[in-house]
């Protein structure tokens, strides 16, 4: 509220307004606020409070953003529905009995229930398309390297980026103008001119092609297979060619993220010590137990796992043939994707395998990690991605249309589901729970 006063007399005085002048703005709760408590959703963290704020949110409040608060998380981003956090539960505004999907579930829980307009989510694997997907609403998963990573707890670092959850691609477009720059903070931050992707978005995409990887979708639900059918019918009558590519490399994506990823978790992770990091032991007297009981009692069953399974692909004598493998396979996937884009201008694949899921139901965290397999190749291969309602399924859940650019290119992911949204809509249809009648 002492924000919105401040800007309403900045507007009174006639001073300029920034780009996200009293926009009200959630932030997951793996990104710094200065002050504020980054819990991760760990118990480890729940007294931990950022030393600085975070690139993307001071960002943000140079353009006038108001910060409400920050969202619910998969412990350190690791799993795809929030269930993970050690914290809070957070719910799905479609079915109060569904997922969010994860892991910015939160943030894309409140998006779609309109608590905001614009929430930061994460995507290491998928955390920002697949929980757009399940919330009925859209989600951009920059370039590797677009938005700077400085102040946001890293993961796995070389696949984390940060991006906006809107209600459609031109707020998309707005939010990621603020928070595309160059940070010299961020040694990966890639040193581009920013760009004013809001003045581009309507540009015309007739004559354009979309390849559709058809042969490795055979196996989706038909429910979601059909919507993507039904949504290349869309960009047919927009005038857009739709072609096939080969894309059955994906196939081993999973793998390959799976020990990437824990691999760059488990060395991440080590800081967490109970001494520099984390909430230490009460139980410790010597300095090994203050770093097993401290990690033993602060990590969740989830976190655990992965350390344990990125210790192991790094060890002595199996990370040849798992984590150096998987790096070769990971080239692979990147020029795979390569001689996609020699055919087409944009790729198109659901971004979840199913509608959001019943809380409880995945019991084996191996069927949770097959949730991931339509973003994380675009993850390894560094690309940009967004995801744009596309359907309702029978069971009056949101599907999700995923459109993939080469690296670089956000602007053009923004405007085709720009082009998709203004063609059919599907962007704006409401959770039923906030439809008039149950207000
Ligand atoms: N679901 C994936 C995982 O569990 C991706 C998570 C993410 O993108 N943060 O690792």
Redesign the pocket.
């Known amino acids: 509220m002492k924000k919105a006063e401040e800007l309403d007399r900045k507007k009174a005085a006639g001073h300029r307004l920034g780009k996200l002048a009293a926009v009200p703005v959630a932030i997951k709760d793996n990104i710094h606020v200065e002050g504020e408590i980054t819990s991760c959703a760990s118990k480890f963290l729940v007294n931990y409070r950022a030393p600085f704020t975070a690139t993307a949110v001071t960002l943000m409040e140079e353009e006038d953003a108001i910060i409400l608060g920050k969202t619910n998380l ?1 412990e350190f ?4 529905s929030t269930e993970n956090s050690a914290l809070q539960r957070t719910v799905n505004p479609w079915d109060l009995s569904c997922s969010p999907g ?3 579930g939160g943030s894309a829980a409140a998006v779609a229930a309109r608590l905001c307009l614009l929430a930061l989510g ?7 398309r ?1 929980p757009a997907s399940f919330c009925g609403i859209v989600g951009v998963k920059p370039t590797y390297g677009r938005v700077s990573r400085y102040g946001l707890v890293a ?2 670092s070389s ?2 980026q940060i991006g906006p959850f809107t209600t459609s691609s031109a707020d998309a477009a707005l939010a990621m103008e603020v928070i595309c720059r160059h940070c010299p903070k961020d040694a990966t931050s890639l040193s581009l001119p920013p760009e004013l992707y809001t003045r581009y978005i309507t540009t015309a995409i007739a004559g354009q092609r979309i390849g559709v990887p058809w042969q490795f979708l055979k196996k989706a639900n038909t429910e979601v297979r059909s919507a993507i059918e039904q949504a290349m019918e869309v960009y047919r009558q927009l005038g857009v060619d739709v072609v096939e590519i080969d894309l059955d490399i994906l196939q081993y994506s999973l793998a390959v ?2 020990i990437i ?1 824990t691999a760059e978790a488990s060395t991440n992770l080590a800081r967490y010590d109970g001494i520099r990091y984390g909430t230490r032991s009460k139980r410790a007297i010597t300095l090994d137990e203050v770093y097993e009981y401290s990690r033993a009692e602060g990590f969740g069953a ?1 976190v655990k796992r ?1 350390i344990l399974l990125g210790t192991f692909v790094l060890s002595a004598g199996y990370q040849d043939s798992y984590y150096r493998k998987a790096q070769k396979v990971r080239t692979l996937i990147i020029k795979k994707y390569r001689e996609a884009f020699s055919q087409c201008d944009i790729i198109a694949m659901p971004s979840a395998p199913t509608p959001a899921f019943e809380i409880g139901a995945m019991k084996d965290p191996l069927q ?2 097959l ?2 397999i339509y ?2 190749g675009v ?1 390894l291969a560094g690309l940009p991605a967004i995801s744009t309602p596309c359907g309702i399924s029978s069971a009056g859940k949101p599907i999700g249309l995923q459109l993939i650019a080469p690296q670089k290119e956000e602007a053009r992911v923004m405007r085709f589901a720009h082009a998709f949204e203004s063609a059919t809509h599907h962007n704006i249809a409401l959770p039923p729970i906030l439809n008039e009648e149950h207000l």
Do not use: P
């Open positions: 998969d981003g690791m799993g795809s994860g892991s910015s994460t995507d290491t694997g998928g955390s920002i697949q993961f796995a696949l984390d993220y799976y990823a989830e992965r949770m990690y949730e991931d973003t994380i993850s």
